[in-house]
T-cell receptor, first 110, second 114 residues
Framework: RKEVEQDPGPFNVPEGATVAFNCTYS??????FFWYRQDCRKEPKLLMS???SGNEDGRFTAQLNRASQYISLLIRDSKLSDSATYLC???????????FGTGTSLTVIP | SAVISQKPSRDICQRGTSLTIQCQVD?????MFWYRQQPGQSLTLIAT?????????ESGFVIDKFPISRPNLTFSTLTVSNMSPEDSSIYLC???????????FGSGTRLTVV
């Protein structure tokens, strides 16, 4: 079983739509969780960390459900510039090993 | 957060040759990480580079194929040796962020082996 699993999509949504991505992780002792954004032919960039209490940054809301071992990312009022691949990243409970999901592709359509 | 300069940004290489990728960080960091992202795949950790000691390689990666240098706290190199087309990939260096324990990545090196 993979450490981190994501629906690869693609998700094609119209501008202004709300879209949600989920990600599951296998190690219940994982400590840190992140969503990264990767544009085509670019390096991944941190979008937001994910905390147990949930966190919001503008149109983006991240949630962590430890009991079910999943992380979610909600994007409201989608913009064309949100088109990218969104990577779910989980840090192992020990050491510095990060596990990356394969990414979920989002295309926002005019 | 740290700023990482990675070069070259891309290269096309002949099989059997070697390519050295450099990463320069604008601040001192204890560990630097080298990742590979093959087409359509997610990131896979190659090795962790510590200053003053040998790099720690993940399963499936060996020093003879991917030698790493870490001469000081701001610089590291990864060499892809005796390249084959299967080595065609994006190679990324990264450092841990002090604020939230996430990663900051270099801009990546897109390698094509022909």
């Amino acid at each position: 079983r993979k450490e981190v699993e994501q629906d690869p999509g693609p998700f094609n949504v119209p501008e202004g739509a709300t879209v949600a991505f989920n990600c599951t992780y296998s190690n219940s002792a994982s400590q840190s969780f992140f969503w990264y954004r990767q544009d085509c032919r670019k390096e991944p960039k941190l979008l937001m960390s994910v905390y147990s209490s949930g966190n919001e940054d503008g149109r983006f809301t991240a949630q962590l459900n430890r009991a079910s071992q999943y992380i979610s990312l909600l994007i409201r009022d989608s913009k064309l510039s949100d088109s990218a691949t969104y990577l779910c990243v989980v840090r192992a409970d020990t050491g510095n090993q990060f596990y990356f999901g394969t990414g979920t592709s989002l295309t926002v359509i005019p | 957060s740290a700023v990482i300069s990675q070069k070259p940004s891309r290269d096309i290489c002949q099989r059997g040759t070697s390519l050295t990728i450099q990463c320069q960080v604008d601040s001192q960091v204890t560990m630097m990480f080298w990742y590979r992202q093959q087409p359509g795949q997610s990131l896979t950790l190659i090795a962790t580079a510590n200053q003053g000691s040998e790099a720690t390689y993940e399963s499936g990666f060996v020093i003879d194929k991917f030698p790493i240098s870490r001469p000081n706290l701001t610089f590291s190199t990864l060499t892809v040796s005796n390249m084959s087309p299967e080595d065609s990939s994006i190679y990324l260096c990264s450092v841990e962020r002090a604020t939230d324990y996430g990663y900051t990545f270099g801009s990546g090196t897109r390698l094509t082996v022909v």
